[in-house]
């Protein structure tokens, strides 16, 4: 199963040229996760995986990368009868309504919840929704990941500080087939 997604991810996910990454930094290896993991086979195997690293009854994830991820967490979860819901954490509040950051069906205050990501490059984008949700009365000590771009250890560093365990079930040099 590992090593069918490492294959998918690296004929549909990795591109290598001169790119710019959403941290505002360039490299010549791109990761885009969103084809592999929209599409049926290449999400049941992230979601599988990323189960096997999830001892909360919650995941979230920052919209857009982590939307197909928390819901694919979810069913696989339910087909596995442990019943795992998703949220999904907003970049903007809710223009409208409740003016929620945060969708889904709301646990109570002290839940602890596993944020999920497609590509960790910082750790910018994990830990902007794992504020949101402390923020909001819920505790967050793991972000699960599909790939670690290895950004000169940037991303450990940043969940360290904030507190998280980072686990990721590949880096990008595994993908790239090169030693970053």
């Known amino acids: 199963m590992k090593e069918e997604l490492l294959e998918l991810l690296k004929e549909f996910a990795y591109k290598k040229g001169e790119f710019k990454l959403s941290s505002g930094k360039t490299s010549e290896h791109y990761c885009n996760c969103k084809p592999v993991t929209l599409s049926g086979r290449g999400l049941t195997l992230s979601s599988l995986l990323m189960l096997e690293h999830i001892e909360t009854n919650y ?5 857009l990368g982590a939307d197909p991820l928390v819901t694919g967490v979810a069913v696989c979860s339910a087909l596995d009868k442990r019943l795992i819901n998703s949220l999904i954490v907003r970049k903007e509040a809710k223009g409208h309504g409740t003016q929620s950051y945060i969708e889904g069906p709301l646990p109570k205050e002290g839940t602890k919840i596993t944020v999920l990501e497609d590509v960790i490059t910082t750790g910018g ?14 505790v967050v000590e793991r972000v699960v990941a599909i790939v670690d771009r290895q950004e000169d250890g940037e991303a450990d560093t940043a969940m360290k500080l904030a507190g998280l365990e980072l686990i990721s079930l590949y880096k990008l040099s595994e993908i790239a087939g090169v030693f970053l």
Not at 125 to 138: E, H, P
């Open 59 to 63: 995941v979230a994830g920052l919209t």
């Open 125 to 138: 984008s994990a830990i902007q929704a794992v504020k949101r949700l402390r923020d909001a009365g819920y």
